[in-house]
């Protein structure tokens, strides 16, 4: 882990630094430039407190056209940008070098919902939207937005279509990729890819929008997105079941979906992670009797009430019938909205338990699902038997294949030993195990930094050498969030 850097190094710009600001403050109002140490500081540091930079200033935009003039500038300056929403990235992925040589471009002043059309079931919104407020703003117009996430509180539109976002509906809905219907962002020539409109058919070559999702601000700045909404859900129920493995976990699943539920999400959780959070997380209490090796959180909703009026209704047999038949132990319905709302608390509050007991080293990936129960048993056996001390576990979303395999420090390790010496050791030995499997070393949370190493080790050479390719001709000169996905063939890694 990087030392956290003095505000006296992240006032300190470079020549081009200096001289491309020197211009910006005559075209750009003074929000629009931020250079106060203080104000800049919190937005330095990743969310997991694993990475540092130092910028010497953050670029703040509030309209399409100030993005596109900043990046022309910028790009006659040669001067690196680091795009920024809600800086909750898990990978590093929004945070500029630690050597000043890049500017923070935060969008978040770019906060309109241009449109929001309830029977299109359609919305635009710019990239500094908070996921949370697209969910109100489409709960008002009847419709909602079927991405959520822990983060959901300050995580930004552009960022989520920059990351590929998934979170816990990917089940049904699918991946940001699947609910973006256009982007516009701002290429790093300075010109302006204008692909909101959500064409059905449209077979003009290469598919600009879809190669700029996922793509973390390498290629284009995401400045604004038409995103598809749902009908909005009338009445959910939500469950949570103690088990006794994953493997009985996916065949409840699979009980679910047989019986004709419309399952949203469906969370895996460790008994041992369920305690985390219940030592850690204030005014969380556990949903059922006893301790179980695992449990399931189940939510499974009705958009139609003349269809299915009671969807908990319809979910109650299925459990029933998986406890007399022995599938599960012990199960429960949220008797109200206050109760479903504290289940999904549990699940939310992981990551945040997780951080306040030590240091870990996360894993998000993916495998084929129906090989995933016995991969999250062997795996953590495996981490555990060849890093004696740690503690090995998984939780997450079950049926799409994707869980965040964490493998916590020895007790008392110290922490910046550990993450420097031993977290790099463990990373190889569980992506060589998830790559055996036929799986992704980033199933949501994307590459960033964090992974950049590990994408180089591992991926086929085809698909980097495809993604050098991309890169070097839509950034030539690498200014697009340096050190970040994928670096050009002989570029250095960031410090």
């Known amino acids: 882990m990087n030392a956290r850097p003095a505000s006296a190094e992240i006032a300190a710009p470079t020549p081009a630094q200096a001289a ?26 990743d969310w997991r407190g694993r990475y540092d930079g130092i910028a010497p200033a953050i670029l703040s935009p509030a309209t399409t056209a100030e993005v596109a003039m900043i990046v022309r500038a910028a790009a006659d300056h040669g001067v690196a940008l680091v795009p920024q929403g809600g800086n909750t990235s898990m990978v590093g992925g929004a945070t500029p070098p630690p050597d000043g040589s890049a500017l923070i471009l935060s969008l978040r002043r770019m906060r309109a919902i241009r449109s929001l ?15 949370a407020d697209l969910h109100d703003a489409a709960a008002a117009a009847g419709r909602r937005f079927p991405l959520t996430l822990g983060a959901r509180g300050s995580a930004t539109i552009g960022g989520l279509v920059s990351t590929n976002a998934g979170g816990t509906q990917v089940l049904r809905f699918g991946t ?24 059905k058919k449209d077979n003009r070559g290469y598919d600009l929008n879809q190669l700029l999702i996922g793509a973390e601000g390498t ?7 038409s995103l598809r909404l749902v009908p909005a859900i009338a009445a959910r129920a939500v469950a949570w079941v103690g088990l006794d493995s994953p493997d009985a976990a996916l ?33 969380t209490r556990s949903p059922v009797a006893g301790t179980h090796p695992w449990h399931v959180l189940i939510e499974a909703v009705s958009t139609d009430l003349a269809a299915l009026p009671d969807p908990a209704a319809a979910l109650e047999p299925v459990l029933a019938d998986a406890l007399s038949g022995g599938l ?19 699940r939310d509050s992981l990551s945040e338990a997780e951080r306040a007991a030590g240091p870990a080293v996360q894993h998000d990936i993916s495998v084929p699902v129906p090989v995933m129960p016995r991969f999250m048993i062997e795996a953590a056996a495996a981490a555990e038997a060849r890093f004696p001390g740690t503690h090995a576990t998984a939780f997450g979303h079950l049926g799409d294949g994707n869980v965040h395999f964490h493998v916590r420090a020895p ?20 992506h060589d195990l998830v790559t055996a499997a036929g799986g992704s070393i980033s199933a949501e949370h ?3 930094q964090m992974k950049i190493a590990e994408l180089e080790r591992l991926a086929p050479p085809a698909r980097l050498a495809a993604m050098r390719a991309i890169k070097a001709g839509l950034d030539p000169a690498g200014l697009f969030n340096p050190g970040k996905l994928v670096r050009l063939a002989g570029e250095a890694p960031v410090p």
């Open 20 to 45: 491309l600001l020197e211009v910006l403050a005559t075209r750009l109002p003074p929000q629009a430039i931020i250079t106060d140490p203080s104000t800049i500081d919190p937005w330095l540091h």
């Open 117 to 131: 059309d309830a029977e299109t079931g359609l919305a635009v919104a710019e990239a500094g939207v908070i996921l």
């Open 176 to 199: 940001m990729r699947a609910l973006t219907a256009g982007v516009e962002a701002v290429l790093p020539d300075g010109t302006v890819h204008d692909g909101l409109i959500p064409l």
């Open 219 to 225: 290629l284009g700045v995401i400045t604004a997105a």
């Open 251 to 283: 065949k409840l699943l699979r009980a679910c979906e047989a019986r004709g539920q419309a399952v949203e999400g469906f969370e895996i959780i460790p008994g041992d992670s369920l305690a985390l959070v219940l030592r850690h997380i204030p005014g």
């Open 328 to 346: 599960i132990h012990d199960a429960m319905i949220a008797a109200s909205e206050a109760q479903a709302d504290a289940l999904w608390r549990i």
């Open 411 to 430: 007790h008392g390790a110290d922490r910046d030993r550990w993450y420097a010496e031993d977290a790099p050791v463990i990373t190889r030995f569980v």
């Open 446 to 448: 994307g590459i960033g």
